[in-house]
C-alpha cells in the first residue's frame, strides 16, 4: 500500500533533488569551509551560494543577514535571550498563547528569572487582537515574539503590520516563521522584522539545519560564542551538507511558491469540503480565510484523535491529533484551548497538512476513508446515539473519575 | 582563499613589482612584525615632475597582502606623488575585484606604505597615528585602538557615531557588540554611563500601503474629465510601471486589463496571486492611480475566467 502523507507541518519529506545536491558534501567535499586549502575552498562557495538563495527566498536586503543554526528552536531561543541580553533594563516579553512550544516553554522558563511575559489571547477563530496588544507595547518591553502561522491551524498572523508597530513603539520584533517560509512570499527588507526564524525539515531540507535572520543593525548578543563562523553570531563548524541543502530547498521553495498557493490549496480545499459534505458534526478550527495554502484543520466533534489517527494509518494515511493522547499530555492542544473549542471536539481535531507531492488520486482515497472512520467511531461514543450527538452531550456523560 | 577574486589570485600567484626599487628616492614601511604584516614600499619618483617611473614591493603578509601591494604599486607607476596620494583602500582593493571583508586591511596597509613613501620622499615626518591592536570591524579593518583612540578623542557615545568617524561597524554590523563594549568602557572612565540607540528606522515597504496612508483624494476633480480615455490609458500604464519593479521583488506583476470610467480591471501576476497581502497590493495600486489620474478610481483585480466574461466571450 502506498503511503499518504499528509502531515507536513511536523516535516516533511527532503526532496531528492536535495538529496543529490548535498551528497557530494558528505565525501569529497568534506573539507572545512574556514581552512585555507583547496578542501575547504569548494565548501566555502557552496555555503556562499546556499546564503544567496536564502536570502532571495526571505527577500533579505543583505546575505549577511542570514546566519545558519542547528534548527528553528535555536533560532527562537537565540533571538529571545539575545534580546534580553542586549537590552537588559527591558523585563518584558509579549508572545502569544498559540505560539510553538519552542517559544512558550523558553518563556515559561524565563517568568521563572523574573520576566514578565504577555502571552496575547486569541478569539474562536484564533485572531489576535491588535488593540490589546498596542496596550502592551511599552519601553519596559524588550521583544515581541509572533509566529507568522500556527502549525496546527495554519492561521497566519498580520506579524508584518505587528512588527511596524512594535517598530513604531521602538521594540525589537521576532516572528517564528518556520510553518510560513517556503509557502508564503516573505519581503523582509521593506518590513520591521528585526529577526526570524527557520527550520530546514519543513521545506524538503533535512533536519538538523535552521535559519536566524538577523536585520543589519539590530542588536545582538549570540548563544554560541567561539569561533568566527557566522561573523562570530553562531560559533560551531558549519553543517556544511545541511546548509548546501537547504539552499537547494529554499531554490525548489522558491520555484514552487506559486504551484504551492494555486495547486495545494486547491487540493487542500477539495479535502475539506469532501470531508465536511460527507461527516456531519464536523468543522474547520482558525481562520480558513486567512490560512496557509496546505493546511486544513478538522475537528471531529464526540470522539478522540489518537483513535482517528490510528484507524487513519491503517489505510496508510498519515496525518497528526491535537488530542491529548497523541501529545503525551492530559490536556489537549493548547492552540485549541485557547480558541476555546469545547473539549468534546479538541480531542477530536485531525490536522491534515499537505505539500507538493500530494495528488489529487491521495486526495480523493482520504475523503473516501475518513467517514468511515469517524462513523466508526462514533458508534462507540457515549456522546453519540444512533445518527447525532445525545442532548447536552456535556451532561450526559460527566464521569466523574478522570 | 575560497572567497578571493580571480584578480586578487592573479596578483597572489603571479605578483608584479616584487623587490625594491634599486635607486629609490622614496620609502615607505608600515605594520610590524608582530602583528603579522609588515610592507616596504619603494618608489623611484622623478625630481622635476613628481611622476612615479617605478615601485616595488617587499612584504610580509598574507595572499591578500601580497596581492594588494602588487595592485598599488601597478597603479602609482605613472602617476604623480599627488595623484597617487588620491588613493584609497577602496580603490585597491576595487582593482582588484573586492577583498573579503576580513582582508581589507591590507589594503589599508597599502595605503599607509604610500603615505610613508611620499612622505619619505619630501622629506616630511609622518606622525605614526596607530599602534595596531586586535580587530573589531572586520568589514571595514577597524582595530581596537584606533576605536577607543576616536571615542576617547571625540567623546563619542554611540555606535552610529563610532561608525561616522572611523567607518566601524558600517557594514555588515556583526561587531556592534564590541564596539558598545569599547563605548561602555571609554564613557564609565570619563564618569558617563552608555545607552544603546533605540531600535533603528526601518524602511516601510511601498506598495503595500497602509489603509490609513491612503490620502482622500476629492472625487470627480474638474480637471480629471478633460483626460481622453487614451490619455487616462497612458497614465495609467506609466503608474503601474513605476509600481512594477517593487511587485517584481516579490515574484509578482500587474496588467492592464480593461479601464472603465472608474472602475480599472488589473490582472496580477505570479506570487501576487495568492498572496494574503493581495488586496493590500491592490489597495496601494489604487492609490498609486488615483494619484496619478487626479480622480478617484476603483481597482479590481480579475481572473483569467473573470477575463473571459469580460471580453464577452
Ligand atoms: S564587522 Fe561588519 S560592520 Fe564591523
Not at chain 1, 331 to 345: L, N, Q, R
Not at chain 2, 124 to 148: N, P, S, T, Y
Request: proline fraction near 4%; glycine fraction near 8%; hydrophobic fraction near 40%.
Amino acid at each position: 500500500m502506498n503511503d499518504i502523507y499528509l502531515d507536513n507541518n511536523a516535516t516533511t519529506m527532503v526532496d531528492p533533488a536535495v538529496v543529490d545536491e548535498m551528497l557530494p558534501f558528505f565525501s569529497e567535499q568534506f573539507g572545512n569551509p574556514s581552512s585555507i586549502h583547496s578542501f575547504g575552498n569548494k565548501v566555502g562557495l557552496a555555503i556562499k551560494k546556499a546564503r544567496k538563495t536564502i536570502q532571495t527566498l526571505l527577500g533579505a536586503e543583505y546575505d549577511s543577514e542570514i546566519i545558519f543554526t542547528s534548527c528553528g528552536t535555536e533560532s527562537d531561543s537565540t533571538a529571545i535571550l539575545s534580546a534580553l541580553r542586549a537590552q537588559p533594563e527591558r523585563k518584558e516579553i509579549i508572545t502569544t498563547e498559540v505560539e510553538h512550544p519552542a517559544i512558550l516553554t523558553l518563556c515559561e522558563n524565563l517568568e521563572t528569572q523574573g520576566f514578565v511575559v504577555h502571552y496575547l489571547k486569541v478569539d474562536e477563530k484564533g485572531r489576535l487582537d491588535l488593540n490589546a496588544y498596542q496596550r502592551l507595547l511599552s519601553d519596559k518591553v524588550a521583544i515581541v515574539s509572533v509566529m507568522w502561522a500556527n502549525n496546527e491551524t495554519g492561521t497566519i498572523f498580520p506579524v508584518e503590520k505587528m512588527a511596524e508597530m512594535a517598530q513604531n513603539a521602538g521594540i525589537m520584533f521576532h516572528t517564528d516563521a518556520v510553518q510560513a517560509v517556503g509557502k508564503l512570499p516573505v519581503n523582509l527588507k521593506d518590513s520591521c522584522i528585526h529577526m526570524l526564524s527557520l527550520s530546514g525539515h519543513k521545506l524538503h531540507a533535512p533536519k538538523g539545519i535552521g535559519v536566524l535572520y538577523l536585520k543589519r543593525g539590530t542588536r545582538f548578543r549570540p548563544l554560541l560564542r567561539g569561533g568566527h563562523q557566522e561573523r562570530g553570531r553562531r560559533a560551531g563548524t558549519e553543517n556544511a551538507a545541511a546548509i548546501v541543502g537547504l539552499g537547494k530547498a529554499a531554490q525548489l521553495a522558491l520555484e514552487h511558491m506559486a504551484f504551492e498557493n494555486s495547486h495545494v490549496s486547491a487540493l487542500r480545499d477539495k479535502l475539506q469540503e469532501g470531508i465536511l459534505k460527507a461527516v456531519p458534526c464536523s468543522f474547520v478550527t482558525g481562520d480558513p480565510d486567512n490560512r496557509l495554502p496546505n493546511t486544513a484543520n478538522i475537528a471531529f466533534e464526540y470522539i478522540e484523535g489518537e483513535a482517528i489517527l490510528l484507524l487513519m494509518n491503517k489505510f496508510g494515511i498519515a496525518a497528526s491529533s491535537g488530542s491529548a493522547c497523541t501529545s503525551g499530555s492530559l490536556e489537549p492542544s493548547h492552540v485549541m484551548k485557547a480558541m476555546g473549542i469545547p473539549y468534546t471536539a479538541a480531542h477530536g481535531t485531525v490536522r491534515f497538512s499537505l505539500s507538493r507531492y500530494n495528488t489529487e488520486e491521495e486526495i480523493d482515497k482520504v475523503i473516501e476513508a475518513v467517514p468511515p472512520i469517524v462513523a466508526k467511531l462514533r458508534k462507540l461514543s457515549p456522546y453519540w446515539e444512533g445518527d447525532g450527538p445525545v442532548e447536552e452531550p456535556e451532561k450526559s456523560f460527566a464521569p466523574v473519575y478522570a | 582563499m575560497w572567497d578571493y577574486s580571480e584578480k586578487v589570485k592573479e596578483h597572489f600567484f603571479d605578483p608584479k613589482n616584487a623587490g625594491a626599487v634599486s635607486d629609490a628616492n622614496a620609502v615607505g614601511d608600515v605594520g610590524s612584525l608582530s602583528c603579522g604584516d609588515a610592507l616596504r614600499l619603494t618608489l623611484k619618483v622623478e625630481d622635476k615632475t613628481d611622476i612615479i617611473l617605478n615601485a616595488g614591493f617587499q612584504t610580509f603578509g598574507c595572499g591578500s597582502a601580497i596581492a594588494s601591494s602588487s595592485a598599488l604599486t601597478e597603479m602609482v607607476k605613472g602617476l604623480t606623488v599627488d595623484e597617487a596620494l588620491e588613493i584609497s583602500n577602496q580603490d585597491i582593493a576595487d582593482y582588484l575585484d573586492g577583498l573579503p571583508p576580513e582582508k581589507m586591511h591590507c589594503s589599508v596597509m597599502g595605503r599607509e606604505a604610500l603615505q610613508a613613501a611620499v612622505a619619505n620622499y619630501r622629506g616630511e615626518e609622518l606622525e605614526d597615528d596607530h599602534e595596531e591592536g586586535a580587530l573589531v570591524c572586520k568589514c571595514f579593518a577597524i582595530d581596537e585602538v584606533m576605536v577607543r583612540d576616536t571615542v576617547r578623542a571625540n567623546s563619542l557615545s554611540s555606535v552610529e557615531e563610532v561608525t561616522n568617524y572611523t567607518k566601524a561597524g558600517g557594514g555588515c554590523s556583526a561587531c556592534h557588540e564590541g564596539i558598545e563594549q569599547i563605548l561602555t568602557e571609554e564613557m564609565e572612565a570619563r564618569g558617563e554611563t552608555f545607552t544603546p540607540a533605540p531600535i533603528a528606522a526601518t524602511k516601510k515597504n511601498v506598495v503595500h500601503l497602509k489603509k490609513e496612508d491612503v490620502k482622500k483624494i476629492e472625487p470627480e476633480k474638474p480637471a480629471a474629465a478633460k483626460l481622453t480615455t487614451v490619455q487616462r490609458i497612458k497614465l495609467i500604464e506609466k503608474a503601474l510601471d513605476e509600481i512594477r519593479p517593487s511587485l517584481q521583488r516579490d515574484h509578482g506583476d500587474v496588467e492592464l486589463v480593461d479601464v472603465d470610467g472608474k472602475n480599472i480591471y488589473v490582472k496580477l501576476i505570479g506570487a501576487c496571486v495568492g498572496c494574503q497581502l493581495a488586496s493590500a497590493t491592490v489597495g496601494g495600486i489604487q492609490q498609486k492611480l488615483m494619484e496619478a489620474l487626479g480622480e478617484f478610481v476603483k481597482v479590481t483585480p480579475v481572473s483569467d475566467e473573470q477575463l473571459t466574461n469580460l471580453a464577452g466571450v
